[in-house]
């Protein structure tokens, strides 16, 4: 403990709350109450309505919860079955070789989302693949955007990973096949599913690249809250973004369940 | 299947593994993820830089369309934008990710882990939120000017900075900081209480002791995360857009615009290449001090690390 | 060992559980690019026979068992298991048994799957299901560890998961057995009971050879039927226990299996040697020309007080109280001698005179120099 009087101790907390709870706290709370409210004109919003939820639940929007779950789900598998089989190749190689892997797989970070969207979008304009104005290039998008986590941090996980049990299992007579499935995939499995779940909810929330690709039969949600908010629609903008927030809230929960079963330690 | 008692075959030397062979077999197991990144990520790239040399379609290749870009005002604004709100919201975020993760660490109280764990759902949720978020707070019609109305009884409130890019400064920083309160904590969780301790019982004063003890410890993981924040900081495009501002127009905001409401598209990749280069340059940077903090940090976590997992 | 060994042998995977196999280290090299981890390792270990590769840490022990396990690829020489040149095999291969020093248990997987893993991998080239709950049951039976079988590794002691980890490693019925390290992990109390237990599974299955890798003597002197003794990457003793402990060969051997008081001497004719101007009788050595230095090895419980054949005058310069003894060091003529005397009435007091001796057969003559920590 580095301040030890009580009342420096008070002090420093109550400065710390000052600081964290409007900046932090306040916004997301802020969110919630205007999705209830049909005006905010004085200290506390007022009218209090249901109407916003009872829109979404039909619609376009339910539609856009639906387009986003949609995509989410395909892209975070599609993220994680690339990044991991990445990962677990790029073990195999000579470290030089495996810094290039892991930088190549890295670079999507680096690259703007909207350089993404964008280079969709000039590559899959034209023959031979012309996937723009589908569903598809928007998963294509989330993927790559999202595989760098995945990659991440399944290869942070097999580095953790003792070789201890990998050559014991080998020692024991298990092809590398059966090492893989039988041991390092279920000893891996909590990282998995927390990549799964980072992946899940960056792909919920991808607005950047989305705004370049998105057709108008597949309109996700981050896109359907801007819409909504910029033709001055706040409060239903509000509304909406809670959905997302509790959706997104809701996957990160369940998976985070799935690995505390999954976690033998 | 050879049944017991049944002398076994020769072993073919085809079977016998050679250090050559796997490391092939290696390099084709890299390959399927390879090639599946250059065709949705790295071709299209290329394609990028292509089109930004290419003035008319099917035409040869020219600088022609930098030179245009160049010379547009909009541009010259987008690019001090993008650097100036970059440059601020991380030495914002800095110094606020490092006051709050100071006091979270080492001055703890009732429910400062669950703020830990606050941190990590806030990362999970988009940026655009906090735009939204800061328009029913500080907006024409929102928390803050209505206090102000209730309070003076005038027809609205004095804040309206939303739209300028002291609004988007203040959302990035609100968003961003957490990116560095996260690898500061982990840092921090490094520092032994008994070196505190000890330098405490030494009659060192608080003060004295975060810049002896804690900042040396912390400095790696700041660098770190300051060069991060500064890369998404550089590609932030949620804030921007959701601000709704028409003169607060940044990079990605200028690529957006001229590729769907323009239909530039050769300006858009134009932009986007001096985008990629700006970020990538620092994203080169990041991951040098990233590598820097994490080899300072491996000989404490690394070795018998291995030993509390059997 | 002509080429035609190569290929001979049983099939891949397969081990004939009855067939006895040893191991056979042929000049056998590892390195780290410039770094020689293990130089022209050469070994014979018998079927059946207990063989501890006993030396400090870095001394290659542990890289000559992974060389047999197939984790490390020798960059020259062969290794054969059960006369079979396995040097270019992946190690599923093998057909080993191993126990490492954490054990490495599964911990996804209960015991009794912990245990069944070696024999589901090769499934469909040796065991059915039926013989591999048969197999897992006497493998758990054997190590006593039948009534955890439901467990999962976390919820065992660490003296559990050791004997999870031999049944998971004998259920495959190896003719080899590799243990690294076995007992490192386990408490000293822990550890005795456990070595006798290694005792006991040998006895019930002679058959298997053990390569039992250790930095303990103790260890080594009791479980081993023959000991190697390894420094800085090589070979320096090897023999029965016994013979290491009363005839070592090297003063390495000397000093680190057991303790030693080594003396420079010259060495004189007829099984003398002479120190410092007292002429000694000993027991001679090969290689140990009169007038050649050498190095003369007494074992401290060896030394008596007063006189006797060879006798040694000195002077008292530290004791130590050691319950059952008194370890005595004294300054003989600038070089210290131990003596661990059985529990004096009377402490002898420091700097005064003291008269020790030893018998002329218990005074090992070593030529000098020879596998010394020094002579590289």
New interface residues.
Partial sequence: ????SKGA?RA??T??LV??LP??????L??V??SFAS???????SGPTLAHYRDITQGDSLRALVTSLVTAVAASLLALA?GT??A???Q???PR?RKV?D??????????????G???????SQPPLLLNGTPQIVV?AH??LV?AFAHQSVTAALA???P??E??????????A?VLW??KL??L?PSLTAAAG?CF??S?????AT??IYPPDWLPL?VR??AT??RGA?FA??AL?VV??AA??LV?LAVSRIRTKAS?? | MSRPGTPAPPRPTRERYRGERRKVSSALWALPPLLALGLVFLYPLVLVVRQSFTQDEGGPLSTAPYAQVFAEASFTDAFGNTVLIALGATAGCLLLGFALALVIAFVPFPGSRAIGRFIDVFLAFPSFLITLALLFVYGTAGLANGLWADATGAAGGPFDFLRTPWGVLLAEITYFTPFVMRPLLAAFSQVETGQLEAAASLGARPARIVRKVIWPEALPSLAAGGALVLVLTLNEFGIVLFTGAKDVVTLPVLIYTKAILDGDYTGACVVAVVNIALSLALYALYRAVAARAGGARTPSTGGDGHRARA | MSAATTTAGTAAGGRAPAAPSGIRFDNVSVAYGENVVLDSFDLTVEPGEVMALLGPSGSGKTTALRAVAGFVRPCAGRVLIGGRDVTGLPPHRRGIGMVVQQYALFPHLRVEDNVAFGLKARRGRTASRAETAARVAEALEMTGMAAYARRHPRELSGGQQQRVAIARALAIRPGVLLLDEPLSALDTRLRSGMLAELARLHRDLPDVSVLYVTHDQVEALTLADRIAVMDRARLRDCGTPQDLYRRPRTEFTASFVGNANLLPVTAGPDGTADFAGTRLTVTPAEGAAPGASATLCVRPHLVGLGDGPNTLHGRVTEVQWRGATHRVYADVAGHRVMADLRELRTTPEHGSDITLHFAAEDAVLLPAGAGSTDDE
């Fill in positions: 403990m580095l301040v030890h101790r420093v907390w400065l710390f600081l964290f900046v932090f706290a306040l916004p997301l802020v969110i109450a205007a005006s905010w004109s004085g200290a506390l919003p690339a089989w990445a677990l190749a790029a195999r190689l000579r070789a892997l930088a190549l797989f890295m670079l999507p970070v680096a690259v703007p989302s909207v350089v993404v964008l280079s969709l979008l000039v590559a899959f294509i993927t790559v595989t953790r990973l003792d201890a049990y050559q014991s299992a080998a020692g024991l007579g298990a092809r590398p059966y039988r041991v279920p000893l499995l980072l909810a960056l919920m929330g991808e607005l950047s705004m370049m981050p809250v801007f908010t910029d706040l903008g509000a973004a997302l927030m997104t809230l990160l033998y330690r």
